[in-house]
């Protein structure tokens, strides 16, 4: 492009959209886009999500834009796309939602001839135990918010004349996302390193795949996948990368939802998974996360792991008492003392269940040729995480 282009990011203010924000327009250097305009339902003045103590600075720069609209209103979705005086109109859409408002935005993107629409998905998918898995595999979504998020892709890849690209990320973590799995368990292990104790896990020493994709990449990957559609285009990007999004969904519901197509219908889309080198497991993930507050992560005995996974849903209240109650402790005996966090240390019967994410990284690695900024989960890498919070003063300071 002869030209930096201008970028709208719908939705995701709560996980990844600060994120890539911050990578478009940086706080020092010079941004990768003219104008970036950023669409939610959440307010930011005062704010009712979590914002972090960055990005608010963000939206402070002359070409950044924020607008607070209701997506479900297609109309709406219209205006959204309407360039401010002088401007040029958006080349560059990132997109964050399941099925209506993905099909609206995207229709909208498809009229306007946007060059790059860049879905964000999520990895509600029951990987296997065994390896990991490329973009040509049929991997079951995990779930009715699997089987709705994975839809919202044969939608989207059913429009026409939509310069649509798919990045399929792993688990997130990194400064500022206080969403998912991986925020929670560096919680909870820091509560156990207060409380001298070792975090016990209820599943095996096994393979347990939770591969981990850090926050810096997932922006990184996301501009890569719209630079490299707005060189490519839709019919060679298929060409190239294009994978069939499987059926998986109720016959009945192809009346009731607008857009979907039906079962019989190949949809193919442009697929890349975004996962780190880390080869992240339940094993490695605990440990390391552990390790950095003096802690062990360690698992129960056979037994007792069986008895209280039967019962979670039963039991869930009685294992979250005393690190919910740690954690508390140590907000109220920071120094200073912590009076509003985002994060939480009580763990649901989704955050206690067995999670495997398993997707190969080859296909962006070597189609767009994207280099990972953040390869490994380090101990440094989390250090630098709980930094942030420290300095927000989201996280406890314990002096020991």
Not at 229 to 239: D, F, K, L, N, Q
Not at 358 to 367: H, L, T
Request: hydrophobic share 40%; aromatic share 10%; glycine share 8%.
């Amino acid at each position: 492009m002869s030209q930096k282009p201008n970028a709208i990011i719908f939705g995701g203010l709560n996980t990844c959209s600060r994120a890539l924000a911050g990578f478009l327009v940086p706080l020092e250097g010079e941004a990768l886009v003219s104008n970036l305009r950023i669409v939610d339902k959440y307010s930011v003045v005062p704010p009712t999500t979590y914002l972090g103590s960055e990005f608010p600075q963000i939206l402070g720069k002359p070409n950044v834009e924020y607008q607070q609209a209701n997506l479900t209103v297609p109309a709406i979705v219209s205006s959204t796309f309407d360039p401010p005086p002088e401007q040029e109109p958006y080349s560059i859409v990132q997109i964050k939602h399941t099925c209506n408002i993905a099909r609206l935005i995207g229709e909208e993107a498809a009229r306007r001839n946007v060059k790059a629409y860049v879905r964000l998905q999520q990895p509600w998918y029951e990987s296997s135990d065994k390896g990991s898995h490329s973009e040509q595999e049929d991997v079951k979504p995990y779930g009715v918010i699997g089987t709705w998020w994975h839809e919202s892709l044969r939608i989207l890849g059913a429009i026409e004349e939509l310069n649509l690209v798919i990045v399929r990320i792993g688990l997130i973590y990194g400064p500022y996302i206080d969403f998912g799995l991986m925020s929670n368990v560096l919680t909870v292990a820091a509560v156990y390193g207060y409380m001298k104790k070792p975090m016990k896990s209820l599943w095996g020493p096994g393979h347990n795949a939770m591969n981990t994709i850090h926050s810096d990449d997932v922006a990184g990957g996301l501009w890569s996948a719209a630079e490299w559609m707005s060189r490519v285009g839709r019919s060679e990007a298929i060409g190239v990368a294009g994978e069939v999004i499987h059926w998986r969904n109720d016959k009945s519901k192809v009346a009731e939802v607008a857009g979907m197509p039906p079962p019989d219908k190949t949809i193919v889309v442009p697929l890349f998974n975004l996962t780190d080198d880390n080869g992240t497991t339940l094993d490695k993930a605990g440990k390391t996360m552990t390790r950095i507050f003096g802690a062990t992560f360690e698992y129960h005995n056979f037994v007792t792991s069986a008895m209280i996974r039967f019962r979670l849903e039963d039991v869930v209240e009685d294992i979250n008492e005393s690190h919910v109650g740690a954690w508390a402790e140590m907000l109220t005996k920071s120094d200073p003392p912590v009076t509003k966090t985002p994060l939480s240390a009580y763990m649901d019967t989704f955050s206690l269940s067995k999670h495997t994410v398993a997707f190969s990284n080859n296909k962006i690695q070597r189609i767009l040729g994207y280099q990972l900024k953040r390869p490994n989960m380090t101990s440094d890498v989390l250090y630098e995480i709980v930094d942030k919070w420290k300095t927000e003063g989201s996280w406890p300071s314990i002096k020991s």
